[in-house]
Each structure stands twice: as structure tokens, then as C-alpha cells.
């Protein structure tokens, strides 16, 4: 029994539970099942108010999944993101939405219920600290006597790190890394392709300088040192679990199963050097299109006259990326104002989408032509530029944050989703990625302005306006 002063708070039963989702489930499955009410219930994780709790690990104490208790499937992968939040009420929050599922299976959609929306709201939040982790965990390059390793330091505001480390096993499946959080660490064997979760790292002890050698030598070694013993017990599949209910980014997953090969093939060719060393730290849009006339990437900059940094409101909810500039962007420093563009303007106007109101930039920020006599006639950008350039892209989706992103052909689509990507197979659909909540993929203007044969134009140009009309209806029905 809790100790308080209040009668009801003499009548609520303590609970405690390892800090994991699947052991709130195991503890509320009795609970429910004797309809204990949620105002008797006092939900707590072991891990409260301790910082550096072993959460991501601990999640093996999992249940089978048979144990017959009625929940819906929809609340049960949303709630798996909401018990990331470091709220302590959660699980109380988690417990009560629950029990009153039981007997109305419409609450998930009462916008006006409380609880509800305060499940939104934590949702919303986890949602975009997993973004930011995604975007902004850098690593630095450490070598001893065992072989490079990457390693980053990161604090999230929220337990995300199990959610985030798919995400970085995909992107560098050939490097051996680290993330190390004051919460718990993770670290990506590229031979064994497992990630193992380990012990946080005091934030005291958080590298102040670029001094990373000593927080390997200290943490890393001691953490996740396969000589020792614990190893075994620290391993976990729950990323992994993890990944494959979360909701929304169904897109992605394919990319895992059935690229692994492919992907390790092309980060073996990616340059060593991406424009990430030329990122500034403070990530602002001002800041960020000044310092890109720094950047050299990769070699584009070379023979083009500036970068062609995105162009419009910070505070866009909808934001395109198109492939790279053209003859006139380059010349001019601003994005989609040729042919293209003037295409896009006339489309967009179709759709009723308000070209002021939206965020316009492009997954390459350089030209890249080949001269024939006084004409400079594009060229596609190549998969490692594509890479490369991306660090400018994933920055401007984080400053921007928009609601909704239209990537215009397979160029900007293969930035966000990997090379795999396949536009006419998914274009037209409400896709998620990492990077934004809602992502449409859809042919790029230029294609319409290239095709020699006028019915296959026209045809391409109605599916790129449907597609524009559902990006518009699908931030209306937002609203
Ligand atoms: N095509 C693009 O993809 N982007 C531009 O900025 C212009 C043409
Ligand atoms: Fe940098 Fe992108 Fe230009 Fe390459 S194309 S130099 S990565 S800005």
C-alpha cells in the first residue's frame, strides 16, 4: 500500500514494474482482467527519478504474447510510443485509456476526452524527439587497438534510443558504433548485425570537447567489452520488436528486409566525407544557407556557380524537395524558378496549394551538368551525391519541421527512403519516414516537360496534380 494522507490515496495499490512496455503489459493483464479501476491503481516503473536506468535492456523480461487479453492492436503500437516519454504518469495515462477501452472502443478517437488528448500529446512529443535523434546524433571516429569504431554521445529528451538505433543499424550497417545516452547505450556489431543495449553513461561524464577517445576507452570498454560475462544478458531483440510495430513507418521497413545487402553494397561506395563536417551547430535557416556556401561534400561544388538553398517559410506545414537546381536555379541561387518550377507553380495553383506558404528546396543542393558548347545540360546526381547532400536536406527538415513532405521524383524520394525506392510503385500514397510524419512521393515536373509522347504527358501530369490534390486534402483534414 502507498503511504499518503488522503483516503483515496491509502486505497490505491502500489505497482512496480521493470521500465519497459512489455512489463506494463504484463502488470496491467491481471489488473484488467479483475477490473481493478484505474482511481485504485498507482502505476510505477522501477526506474523513477533513477537516471541511469537499464531501460531498453530490461525489456526482456517480455510476456508471451498469447496471454488472452482484448486490446485493441491500433492502441497497443501507438502506446508503445507513448510509454518512450519520460512522463512518470504514463503508465497510469496507459492503465486508464485501457480499462475505459474496454467498454467504449471508440474512445481513440474522442478528441475531446482528456485522457486522449493528453495521449496525443506525449505521442506528438516522443514522435519528435525520435526525429531529432534521427537527424542530429552525430558520430566521431575513434581507432585502438581493436579497429575504428564511430561513437556518439546524445541526449534525448525522451526514452527513444531502442526506437532510434534501427534507424542508424540501417544507415551504417558496415560501421562498428556506438550511441551513448545518459539513459542507456547501444552499440551495432556490423559482423554479428546485432545491436546490443548496455548501461547509460552519467551525463557528468558527457565528452565537453571533442575528447570522445576517453569516453570510449572508459564507457565503451566497460560497457559493451565482449569479454565480459554480462554480455549475453545485455543482448536485445526489442529494437528490432520494436520496429515492426510501429505504425507509421510502414514504408521503411522494406528497406530493412529487403535491401540489406544492397545497402551495405552502396554505404561500402559512399564517399568517406558528407557534407555533415560543414553542418554548422546552430541549425537555424538563415545560418544554415549562409554556411553551405562552405560545403565540399562531395564534388559538385566545384563546377556550379553556388549552392541553391531552400527557399520559403520556416514555419511551412508542407515542404517539397525536388532533385537539384537547374541551369536557371544555379545562376539565380534560388530553387524551382525555370521551366520546372514555372510548371510547378501552374500545378500547384491546380491543386489550390499556395506557393508562399510552402517550403521548396531540393535533395542536391549543387548543379550538376555536362557543357555542350555554350549550353549546360543536366545531368542526375549520382547515388553518393545524393548521400552526401543529405545532411542539408535532414537540417532543413528539422528547422522547418513540416507537417508534410512532397518529394518530386525518385531523386528526392531515394534521399528519404533509401535507393531502393520504387516512385511509380508507391507514389501517390501517405508514406512516413523518420524524417516527417506524412510523406507523398510523386513524379517531378520535369518529367512532364521531357516526355515526347503528348498522351504519356498528360497522363503523368494528372497523377502529379492528384497527387498534389491529396497533399492538400491530407493537411486540410489536419487542420
Ligand atoms: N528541378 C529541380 O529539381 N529543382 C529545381 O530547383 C529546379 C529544377
Ligand atoms: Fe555540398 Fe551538396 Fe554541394 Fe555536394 S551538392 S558540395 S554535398 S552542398
Redesign the pocket.
Known amino acids: 500500500m502507498k503511504q499518503g494522507t488522503s483516503p483515496q490515496a491509502i486505497l490505491r495499490q502500489s505497482i512496480s514494474f521493470a521500465p519497459t512496455f512489455d512489463a506494463w503489459r504484463e502488470a496491467v493483464r491481471p489488473l484488467l482482467s479483475a477490473a481493478a479501476h484505474p482511481a485504485t491503481i498507482d502505476l510505477a516503473d522501477t526506474a523513477s527519478g533513477v537516471s541511469d536506468s537499464l531501460f531498453a535492456f530490461s525489456a526482456r523480461n517480455s510476456v508471451s504474447e498469447s496471454t488472452p487479453v482484448h486490446v485493441p492492436r491500433s492502441f497497443i503500437e501507438r502506446a508503445k510510443i507513448v510509454a518512450c516519454h519520460r512522463s512518470a504518469d504514463r503508465w497510469n495515462l496507459l492503465y486508464r485509456i485501457l480499462f475505459r477501452l474496454q467498454s467504449d472502443r471508440n474512445l481513440m478517437k474522442l478528441d475531446v476526452d482528456d485522457d486522449i488528448a493528453e495521449f496525443r500529446r506525449l505521442e506528438h512529443q516522443v514522435k519528435r524527439d525520435l526525429h531529432k535523434m534521427h537527424a542530429f546524433v552525430r558520430f566521431r571516429k575513434v581507432e585502438d587497438e581493436t579497429g575504428v569504431h564511430y561513437i556518439a554521445w546524445y541526449e534525448p529528451a525522451h526514452h527513444v534510443l531502442a526506437l532510434a538505433a534501427p534507424f542508424f543499424a540501417e544507415r551504417f550497417a558496415i560501421m562498428q558504433w556506438a550511441i551513448l545516452t545518459p539513459d542507456a547505450s547501444v552499440n551495432w556489431d556490423p559482423d554479428e548485425k546485432r545491436l546490443t543495449f548496455g548501461t547509460g553513461v552519467p551525463r557528468e561524464r558527457a565528452p565537453v570537447t571533442d575528447d570522445f577517445e576517453a569516453l570510449w576507452r572508459t564507457y565503451y570498454s566497460s560497457i559493451f567489452n565482449p569479454a565480459r560475462t554480462n554480455l549475453h544478458a545485455m543482448r536485445s531483440e526489442m529494437p528490432v520488436r520494436y520496429w515492426k510495430n510501429l505504425p507509421e513507418i510502414d514504408s521503411l521497413p522494406r528497406l530493412l528486409t529487403e535491401a540489406e545487402g544492397r545497402v551495405e553494397a552502396m554505404l561500402a561506395r559512399q564517399p568517406k566525407v ?2 555533415a563536417s ?1 553542418l554548422p551547430s546552430e541549425r537555424s535557416l538563415p545560418i544554415l544557407q549562409q554556411s ?1 556556401h562552405t ?7 566545384r563546377c ?1 556557380t553556388q ?1 541553391v538553398f531552400g527557399a520559403g517559410p520556416s514555419t511551412a506545414r508542407m515542404m517539397f524537395v525536388g532533385e537539384q537546381p537547374g541551369d536557371e536555379e544555379d545562376r539565380a541561387g534560388k530553387p524551382f524558378i525555370g521551366p520546372a518550377g514555372r510548371l510547378l507553380d501552374t500545378l500547384l495553383a491546380e491543386a489550390e496549394i499556395d506557393r508562399s506558404s510552402v517550403y521548396v528546396t531540393n535533395a ?3 548543379f550538376k551538368f555536362t557543357e555542350r558548347g555554350k549550353r549546360r545540360l543536366h545531368e542526375n546526381p549520382r547515388a553518393s ?1 545524393i548521400f ?2 543529405r545532411p ?1 536536406l535532414l537540417a532543413e527538415l528539422e528547422a522547418v519541421h513540416p507537417e508534410l513532405v512532397v518529394c518530386l521524383g525518385a531523386t528526392a524520394s531515394k534521399s528519404l527512403f533509401g535507393p531502393n525506392f520504387g516512385l511509380m510503385r508507391d507514389r501517390g500514397k501517405i508514406l512516413s519516414s523518420p524524417y516527417a510524419e506524412r510523406v507523398i512521393a510523386t513524379l517531378h515536373p520535369s518529367a512532364i516537360l521531357r516526355a515526347t509522347d503528348p498522351e504519356r504527358a498528360a497522363q503523368m501530369r494528372s497523377m502529379l496534380v492528384a497527387d498534389l490534390r491529396l497533399a492538400s486534402a491530407t493537411l486540410g483534414a489536419k487542420a
Open positions: 558528407t557534407a560543414f553551405i560545403c565540399q561534400g562531395c564534388e559538385l561544388y556550379a549552392p542536391v543542393k549543387h551525391e552526401a547532400c542539408w
